[in-house]
């Protein structure tokens, strides 16, 4: 389909800009310094760190719309190149008078995930590193509506980056693909949809161990897993900042606003039904 057609263009287009003008970046570590995107770094072998995610998601169409999901997890890195973490999430939600969903609120565990990475090279011996990761949970609470059920969602993600200015600003690159099945208690029936989506990043260090920039996610929410029929779409934008606390733990926060959007169907300038108005993330990391 042409829409596709152009998405996979503009994500060439963006691969070519990371593509080298002579220089090899090092120094900076990306694996953890984005909030909503992932770098192509996986840390050294043997390395081990427990991790915790606050993510918040506010604003729906109508009426007032909070949820959040806490994440504790633990990464160790047993091959090189290759990165494994382990994840159990607990999510609350505070919905009130929102248009297609129920009033909730209340925390409950929702589940766990598991994430595997491998760096196919990195930027010390190649223009650019690159990242094949693929993550995969199961869930017992619906992400969007907080009502129970069972939910199983993948996401292959291909993480590109460079350095621009050696060990001073540094530019990423995401695609990503994501199906889900949600089956909510009680329901006939097994909800399939996927979310395609592209992300980029640029950050500068301003002081040795603080990085400030801004992250831009465009995504493509479809019902089925095939991308079949578009349900809505939308632009993120928002500053990120990452700073290394010290030498074992670090810390990183990003807010992310929807700047445009289109439910499918309709004419509103942001789609407020398969996403939110704004993001919020905080990570919280330590070398163990």
């Known amino acids: ?37 992932i770098g192509s770094d996986v840390g050294d072998r043997g390395e081990r760190e427990f991790q915790t995610q606050s993510t918040g998601r506010f604003g729906k169409r109508g009426g007032a719309y909070r949820g959040g999901e806490q994440e504790f997890e633990v990464e160790f890195v047993p091959a090189p190149d290759f990165r494994v973490e382990l994840g159990s999430s607990f999510a609350a939600h505070d919905i009130r008078n929102v248009p297609g969903l129920d009033d909730r609120r209340r925390p409950a565990w929702q589940g766990v995930s598991l994430d595997l990475r491998y760096r196919f090279f990195g930027r010390e011996a190649a223009p650019f590193g690159m990242t094949v990761a693929l993550q995969t949970h199961a869930e017992r609470i619906d992400e969007t509506s907080g009502l129970p059920g069972r939910a199983y969602g993948t996401e292959l993600t291909l993480a590109f980056d460079r350095e621009l200015v050696p060990n001073a600003v540094l530019a990423a690159l995401n695609v990503s693909y994501q199906p889900e099945w949600t ?14 989506g592209v992300a980029m990043a640029v950050m500068a260090q301003v002081r040795p161990g603080l990085l400030i920039g801004g992250e831009a996610r465009y995504l493509r929410r479809y019902d089925g897993l095939g991308l079949d029929a578009l349900e809505g779409q939308a632009l993120f934008v928002g500053p990120t900042a990452y700073l290394k606390l010290s030498e074992r733990s670090r810390l990183t926060a990003a807010w992310s606003s929807q700047v445009w959007g289109r439910e499918s169907g309709s004419r509103a300038a942001l789609d407020l039904v398969s996403f939110e108005r704004h993001q919020a993330r905080i990570i919280y990391g330590v070398n163990f």
């Open 1 to 37: 389909m042409p829409v596709r057609s152009d998405i996979l263009r503009a994500a060439a287009l963006c691969i070519a800009a990371l593509l080298p003008a002579g220089a090899r970046a090092e120094g900076i570590d990306t694996e953890h310094l984005f909030g909503f995107m």
């Open 183 to 196: 089956r909510l208690a009680g329901a006939a029936s097994t909800e399939r949809e996927s979310t395609l």
